[in-house]
């Protein structure tokens, strides 16, 4: 049990010396709902490599994180329609999860379904996504 807990620490803060580097790429704001003003933590996109890869990482506020890391407690509505521009963010980290999100609102919200109808994801991003969910 101790070995476990050494190793997420040690994860834990590799993972905090990329905070800078992040805040500096994200200017500060989620990377998803782009609110300033937040606290923002490191989220690492699924499925997580065994090293941390700041590549890999998004900046997210409490409540993108929370919806992004469980499929389960997500809440759909109206409020994610900012994924529509996000599907096209030049991160790729950042399309990932916006796919993701609107895959799982296709089902409730018309605009989603046509957002993802519209989208055309490179062959690697569309591996990226896929291998997360």
Known sequence: MAKGKEEHEARVAALNTFGKDLARRAKSKC????????????????PVPRDPDPDRCLLLCGDCADQAADSRRFRSGEQWRFLVGQAWNENPMVQVMAVRLLRRLQKSQDWAREALEELFLDEEIENLIN???
């Open 31 to 46: 990377e998803l709902c782009e609110r300033g003003g937040e606290k923002l933590a490191i989220f690492e996109v699924p």
């Open 131 to 133: 291998q997360g969910e």
